[in-house]
């Protein structure tokens, strides 16, 4: 942040998502808060909304958890839990996890998820290779999809 002090603007960007959300850039933010740096934010693509935009579950109500949890069994036992929160509140579970973990986590994904939830993957959105694809969890087990070291959003919803 040195050439900010010195009165030059610097730009963030992210690889494929929303500088700052799910991001380390955000550390950078709350740097430059500290340090009295201006922050603007700019307007672009970002694929947690255009994955939500594109699954055709509901955009009324939805929330971004993030990364679930690295264990097994936490993580499926979140993953349960966003199921329940998401009928409790009609409400779509938007999450994220690291690019070569993705094809773990969709094998919990069906493993763990009623069949008839709704589990939308968005993939490599805005690339020549994108995917997105929403499919009730019991049917995923028979689409595979390789997401290995693709960055990838998952969406589910039980309604």
Not at 71 to 96: A, G, P, V
């Amino acid at each position: 942040l040195t050439p900010c002090l010195h009165g030059k603007n610097v730009g963030l960007l992210s690889e494929a998502g929303c500088p700052g959300v799910a991001d380390p850039g955000a550390d950078v933010v709350k740097i430059a808060h500290q340090k009295n740096i201006k922050v603007v934010p700019l307007v672009g693509p970002s694929s947690i909304l255009l994955a939500l935009m594109s699954s055709g579950m509901n955009g009324q109500s939805f929330a971004f958890n993030g990364y679930l949890p690295i264990d097994k069994n936490e993580r499926k036992q979140e993953l349960k839990r966003l199921e329940r929160l998401s009928f409790d509140q009609n409400q779509s579970q938007i999450f994220i996890e690291t690019p070569y973990r993705n094809n773990k986590m969709l094998e919990d994904i069906t493993a763990v998820l009623s069949d008839n939830t709704s589990v939308c993957v968005a993939c490599d959105i805005t690339l020549q290779s994108e995917f997105i694809k929403t499919l009730p969890a019991g049917n995923w087990k028979k689409n595979k999809v390789d997401l290995h070291k693709r960055p990838t959003i998952f969406i589910i919803h039980k309604s």
